[in-house]
């Protein structure tokens, strides 16, 4: 459900549907009609909003840990790898 909806998501961006830190609300319709045709599920647009800010969330960590000394991101396994060192 992720996938399809930052796929979605980032098409939109290309379309400038953007409305600052946030998106338009046809967009979140969008999602919503193309989870209920890919996936025979129905989602309503304020939860597709909610999982849009929880990601964003968790974005943002994983940003900032990767960030830290001794941390880096691996392409291959697309996983962050840290250093014996950044454990302790």
């Not at 459900?1 to 939109?12: A, V």
């Not at 968790?58 to 291959?76: C, K, L, N, P």
């Amino acid at each position: 459900m992720d996938k399809i909806m930052l796929e979605i998501i980032l098409e939109e961006y290309g379309f400038g549907s953007a409305l600052g830190n946030s998106w338009k609300a046809e967009v979140y319709t969008r999602v919503c009609l193309e989870l209920l045709k890919q996936l025979k599920q129905q989602v309503h647009p304020a939860n597709m909003k909610a999982r849009m800010k929880t990601l964003k969330v968790d974005y943002f960590t994983a940003r900032e840990v990767i960030f830290q000394s001794g941390v880096r991101w691996d392409q291959d396994t697309q996983l962050a790898m840290a250093d014996v060192l950044a454990w302790k």
